[in-house]
T-cell receptor, first 116, second 117 residues
Framework: AQSVSQHNHHVILSEAASLELGCNYSYGGTVNLFWYVQYPGQHLQLLLK??????LVKGIKGFEAEFIKSKFSFNLRKPSVQWSDTAEYFCAVNAQTSTGGFKTIFGAGTRLFVKA | DARVTQTPRDKVTEMGQEVTMRCQPI?????VFWYRQTMMQGLELLAY????????DSGMPKDRFSAEMPDATLATLKIQPSEPRDSAVYFC???????????????FGQGTRLTVV
């Protein structure tokens, strides 16, 4: 079965620290990968996505992610976090279903708290 | 600014009552998802529709949950009867799937926070 694993459930950083959130997926076929962010009390918003091409993807607010096919990974990075980055981050993969459609599978999420 | 609209934003109900949550997808989107978010389980896909037809509802408890799209501008998720364990935030999301089928991102609504007491 397809699955998405996020290794850290909680991360606490000080402002200006660098961030890397791990994400691994299990799916043998072609994948489309996403990172979503959910700020406290709000809905999920897309940070960035990878469909094809350059495996280093740049998103909004200074975030980037690197797709490493051999490692089935799509880690999220930011060189210097801000207090406003405090949120929950979800890695997601679009996987095909047996009916020919697809569904988006989300990881469990990583809660990031940035200390001012 | 196109967005997915969900109503109500908050719902408190007594156990055994029927609950209906509504979602208006972004105009022109042909795929609608229903997710449930809880602290324990995280985000779970309950069901999704393509061009108003249900494609996958395997994540939904069939005995009490039902999802429909009476028209292209409205998706509903109904729970009857509701139970305390149904307390969660229910998100609707929509997307536009083309011939590539699955290179689409999901645009999420604000969610409906359901509390069953």
């Amino acid at each position: 079965a397809q699955s998405v694993s996020q290794h850290n459930h909680h991360v606490i950083l000080s402002e200006a620290a660098s961030l890397e959130l791990g994400c691994n997926y299990s799916y043998g076929g072609t994948v489309n990968l996403f990172w979503y962010v959910q700020y406290p009390g709000q809905h999920l918003q897309l940070l960035l996505k990878y469909f094809s091409g350059d495996p280093l993807v740049k998103g909004i607010k200074g975030f980037e992610a690197e797709f490493i096919k051999s490692k089935f990974s799509f880690n999220l990075r930011k060189p210097s976090v801000q207090w406003s980055d405090t949120a929950e981050y979800f890695c997601a993969v679009n996987a095909q279903t047996s009916t020919g459609g697809f569904k988006t599978i989300f990881g469990a999420g990583t809660r990031l708290f940035v200390k001012a | 600014d196109a967005r997915v609209t969900q109503t109500p934003r908050d719902k408190v109900t007594e156990m055994g009552q029927e609950v209906t949550m509504r979602c208006q997808p972004i105009l022109g989107h042909n795929t609608v998802f229903w997710y449930r978010q809880t602290m324990m389980q995280g985000l779970e896909l309950l069901a999704y529709f393509r061009n108003r037809a249900p494609l996958d509802d395997s994540g939904m408890p069939k005995d009490r949950f039902s999802a429909e799209m009476p028209d292209a501008t409205l998706a509903t998720l109904k729970i009857q009867p509701s139970e305390p364990r149904d307390s969660a935030v229910y998100f609707c999301a929509s997307g536009l799937v083309g011939t590539g089928d699955w290179d689409t991102e999901a645009f999420f609504g604000q969610g409906t926070r359901l509390t069953v007491v």
